[in-house]
């Protein structure tokens, strides 16, 4: 019934986001997906975390890196309302299953980590921009608590792309630094490297695995790579004051309240650069860190 | 098969559900999910004479049953709607009608918008937002009796399309309002904007929605909704559209049975992009399992109508 | 250890969690259920000067979020009331307080019942509800600048005990009315009353509640009544009793930190009967969490209060 | 922490409920017990209707057939609002399990059916004024749709009683008339006749099963057996005109709204003969069925 676009977003960095006629924003245009989606498989993968599996072959085969997904029960589940909440999407199979990372915070996570194999849940997507690597370019990607979600999907994707590839290089372009508080939050080593194929440099804050510290105490000094950025708000504000000061070109992924995730309730918007609120489902969740007012 | 047209302000409505303002933008987005031209059509997001920027973050939430919202009217102006949004509508819509949501600090403001938009084609009517919780002074003429009157009055005048005046719930008599703007020419009503509500975050001790206060929409305000309707339709003889919590054809029937002709959906969209077309269908369902041919037979057939309700 | 006492209308509560009048009768019931004295005391249901029969079946049911009743104010009336039930509340009650819910058609009314109960033992004050939307008239007082002016004015003569007056939410500003109890002599306010509601059974074509119309409670209304709250709280310096929709520590925190240094528990205790206790457990918990010894710091003690909440 | 008092509530049939001091009727009081239950059993025992047993020995010990439970989710269940529905104890065990009988009729009744086995509940009872049989009085119960529920226990209990007493005349006290509209609605013969050692008279609306009709053609003639009714309204009109004209006492298990379930909330009445409200839950939901007025 509905077609994916995915030719309207490249990762070649090239989609042009202003419409130089009226000096303003256009949206980036995806055409999502309503998917009626079963989930396959759960597991928890750390303290309140889960890895939860969805049989979606039109979402998996449109998303991107930097890509979320609205989750929800829809409209049928008795007694219950819930919005859908924003996810990344973590990971896709070749057989049409998406993944998806799932950290409890409130009401909503707490009710969406019920669900269970068989149950039926609602999925929107693929929406917003992904994130914009032009090929072959080295990358360091920093990531912050769930904020590890959409980098599963790109390293599995840049693994993938290497194997099949086969170059020199390959291997070397993608570094990961993933940082948690404590190690009871850590994402299962084992199933990140079987979904990945990547190995991550780990941080805590209290030293319980991985070096002791913040995350950005990994970032490399001197390093060229494109930096790509998601994780809770101070993290991202550290990371950006970090590149600002390196000069390092750097994308981040933006967390926002949302209610329709396609550009209609003009419910997520952040500040821009230029003083306007952007919509972050939209022109988001990905932005170069240059289109954004950030605190000094 | 059940025919579920009605003649209403001047047109046909061949389905009674629309998209509430504010929730579909200005319609391009919900063509990529909904064939649009299977409803009756939708509700801008609000239109101001000048742009306006609206309200910081946090701008939506959960809350029970519900959200709340404080988008703060954010608006491209009427230059720029007229530019840029209104010949989507006028290339993309067939059968489905569209109504310009217009706000206004002033009555003047109203009048700009509705006499730059008069001209143009594109849209049905206007549905007057004087119901706002989310900017100072929104509610100002739903709240008021003399600046309402005044307003439609102003507003008649500058046009002959349909003017479809939307109350606020947050008054003490919905009929008193619906009354006055059929007295001074309206020719319809909406039925109902949102509840101001606060939302706090009690760990970090600060309201969640960046404008402190919101407006609470959803299933939480659908019994409010159907009693406003009731009211407004005892109050007067104008066509209503019912809104507030709608997200099935139960609910739209309870608003069709309370009074309503026309249904619009709003945050049930969001829940489910298809949640306008299932209202649609279960309509019709409803209808074929009881066997009724119209729809408008059943606008307002509450069969304890007039019935006093007291004890024996 | 956290202590929850505070000293409010000359005595002492040492929780801030009252149930909500209509919702535990004259108290007997919930002692059955749960230890009354753990908690800051009940309102009674409401009293009038003559017995009243109420509306007639079905007078409550389920709304999303919430519930929609339409009792009719049935109560024994105030000879059998002082007969009957006020002894049960002398005997019973030691640590927990309760307020007397008083209703009339009248300004009359009201201050017979007030003046019937005033050299009575058993309670400390009394909640007046000029707020009921399930009978006719019941919110006139509540709605009406003037007649609340001159009924407070009047109840106060009457009585030296606390005075609470019991607001609607169905005004366009609860701020005024706020103001004009305090201006006339009101000790407190209680925010919110139920909101005005319909539900349809759309197969039988009739509404749901035997009276038609009822009052909306519930989780439903947590934001509006919080929005109540913050209001009153700016428009007066009245101690405020918050409710509406509060299930737990968090909901009442809201209250709290919007202005309220009560909370009333209503239609959770039908959920669960030991919601009160869990209220009151979880606001004893948020104390401890933030270190915090006292609650009447945290009385509409909001961060962000004052911040204009305007975009840059 | 709490008692509960069943020797409040006799099946002597000599609870006073007149208080003739003030001529206003007393409540029938009972101390019911708020019981956080975990689900040990969910079966279908016919279209859209479940069996449910739940594990709460203080209200399987007090209760007294025609007595019912308020049933319901709580409130810790995330996004989730519900009043608790009222339901019949249909049954208990000795082990301390109470067993529901429950049909999905709208959103309360369908998410309570999807309480699987270890899901916890809440429930509030027994709560309400039981039938009142003297020992020994023959009965003969009819029972439309659910409304089978309390007859199940009552018939388990004096099946049980007359095997102690082991008397001559035991079993042929009781007699079960049950109604159905069709045999795909009819309950599990087989788990009826485990649960109650009796073998009910089947009627269906459509003759599907049992002899075609209403259940109230199986009414004895000239039989001064105590009538017992519980079932939809229509079904209890034509009982109770079925009474009055043959002279026949009867006791009718009506059904209200509710919200509270112990007296608090007034939500329940029914109307009493006197023409004033009387509230089903404290008062109810057994009544002779001279207390009520009904329609002619
Ligand atoms: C683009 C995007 C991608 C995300 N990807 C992931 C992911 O892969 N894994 C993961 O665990 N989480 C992710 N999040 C965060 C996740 O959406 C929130 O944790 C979730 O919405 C919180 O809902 P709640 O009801 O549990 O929390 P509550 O705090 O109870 O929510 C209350 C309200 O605030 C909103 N809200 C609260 N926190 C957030 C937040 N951080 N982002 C958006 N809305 C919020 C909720 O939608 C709700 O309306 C993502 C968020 C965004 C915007
Ligand atoms: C004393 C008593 C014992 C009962 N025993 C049983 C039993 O053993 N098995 C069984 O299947 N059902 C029983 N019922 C009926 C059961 O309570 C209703 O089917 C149920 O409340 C319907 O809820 P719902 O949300 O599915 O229906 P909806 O119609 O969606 O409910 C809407 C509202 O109406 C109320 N309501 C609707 N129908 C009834 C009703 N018949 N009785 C009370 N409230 C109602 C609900 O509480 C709710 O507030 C009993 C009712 C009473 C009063
Ligand atoms: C995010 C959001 C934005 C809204 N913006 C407008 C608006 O611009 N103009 C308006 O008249 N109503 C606006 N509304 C109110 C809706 O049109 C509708 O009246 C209300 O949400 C109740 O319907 P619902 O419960 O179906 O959402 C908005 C509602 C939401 C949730
Ligand atoms: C069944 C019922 C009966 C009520 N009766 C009264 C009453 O007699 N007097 C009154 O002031 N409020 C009455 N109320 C309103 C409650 O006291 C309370 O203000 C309202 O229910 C909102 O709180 P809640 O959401 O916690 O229930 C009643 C509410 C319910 C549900
Ligand atoms: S979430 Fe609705 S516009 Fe972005
Ligand atoms: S159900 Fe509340 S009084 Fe009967």
């Not at chain 1, 993968?45 to 829809?74: H, K, R």
């Amino acid at each position: 019934m509905l077609t994916t676009r995915t030719d309207l977003h490249g990762v070649s960095g090239a989609d042009s986001r202003a419409d130089h006629r009226t000096g303003h924003r256009a949206p980036h245009r995806v055409t999502p997906c309503r998917s009626r989606a079963r989930v396959t498989s759960r597991r928890r993968v750390a303290d309140d975390t889960w890895w939860i599996e969805l049989d979606s072959p039109e979402i998996a085969a449109a998303s991107q890196p930097g890509q979320f997904v609205m989750f929800g029960l829809g409209l049928e589940e008795p007694g219950v309302f819930l919005l859908p909440r924003p996810f990344s999407v973590a990971w896709r199979s070749e057989d049409g299953r998406v993944g998806l990372l799932l950290r409890v915070f409130g009401e909503g996570t707490r009710r969406l980590a019920r669900l269970e194999p068989g149950d039926e849940a609602l999925l929107l997507g693929p929406l917003g921009r992904p994130f914009r690597v032009a090929p072959g370019r080295p990358i360091e990607c920093v990531a912050g608590g769930v904020g590890l979600a959409p980098f599963i999907f790109l390293t599995a994707e840049a693994t993938a792309a290497s194997n099949s590839a086969a170059g020199p290089s390959a291997g070397a372009s993608v570094r990961l630094l993933y940082g948690e508080r404590s190690e009871r939050l850590l994402f299962d080593s084992d199933l990140l490297h079987e979904l990945t194929g990547v190995t991550p440099e780990l941080f805590t804050e209290d030293g319980s695995a991985g070096r002791r510290g913040f995350v950005t105490a990994g970032i490399e000094d001197g390093s060229e790579a494109l930096l790509l950025a998601c994780g809770p708000t101070p993290m991202l504000h550290a990371v950006v004051r970090l590149a600002a000061e390196r000069g390092r070109e750097l994308q981040v992924s933006v967390e926002e309240h949302m209610a329709c995730g396609i550009g209609t309730c003009q419910g997520c918007v952040v500040p821009g650069a230029d003083g306007s609120w952007i919509k972050s489902c939209v022109e988001g969740p990905v932005f170069d860190a240059t289109e954004l007012t950030w605190p000094i | 098969m059940t025919d579920l047209t009605q003649s209403l302000f001047g047109v046909e409505f061949h389905s009674p559900v629309l998209l509430a303002s504010g929730t579909c933008g200005y319609g391009p987005e919900y063509a990529d999910l909904i064939p649009l031209d299977r409803i009756g059509g939708l509700v801008t997001k609000a239109v101001s004479v000048e742009p306006r920027v609206g309200n910081p973050p946090h701008r939506v939430a959960e809350t029970p049953g519900g959200m709340i919202n404080a988008i703060g009217l954010e608006n491209v102006g009427l230059e720029r709607f007229i530019a840029e949004k209104l010949p989507w509508l006028k290339e993309n819509l067939t059968r489905a009608h569209a109504f310009v949501n217009v706000v206004g600090y002033t009555s003047d403001d109203f009048a700009a918008v509705v006499a730059g938009l008069d001209g143009e084609e594109g849209f049905l009517g206007y549905e007057i937002n004087v119901s706002c919780p989310n900017v100072k002074g929104g509610t100002m003429f739903g709240t008021d009796e003399i600046a309402l009157a005044e307003l439609v009055k102003q507003l008649r005048a500058e046009t002959q399309r349909p003017l479809v005046v939307k109350l606020t719930p947050n008054v003490a008599d919905v009929g008193v309002f619906a009354r006055i703007c059929e007295e001074n020419g309206a020719d319809g009503l909406s039925a109902i904007n949102t509840f101001p509500g606060m939302l706090i975050d009690v760990e970090r001790r600060r309201t969640v929605i960046g404008n402190r206060t919101g407006g609470v929409s959803g299933p939480a305000i659908l019994p409010m909704g159907v009693y406003s309707t009731w009211r407004a339709r005892a109050a007067c003889n104008l066509p209503i559209m019912g809104i507030g919590g709608i997200r099935n054809g139960n609910d739209a029937m309870q608003y069709i049975l309370a009074g309503a002709c026309l249904v619009q959906v709003g945050t049930a969209s969001f829940v489910d992009p298809d949640a306008a077309i299932c209202v649609h269908e279960g309509i019709a369902s409803y209808l074929e399992d009881h066997g009724l041919p119209t729809l408008t037979e059943l606008v307002g057939a509450l069969e304890n109508e007039g019935i006093s309700g007291l004890p024996s």
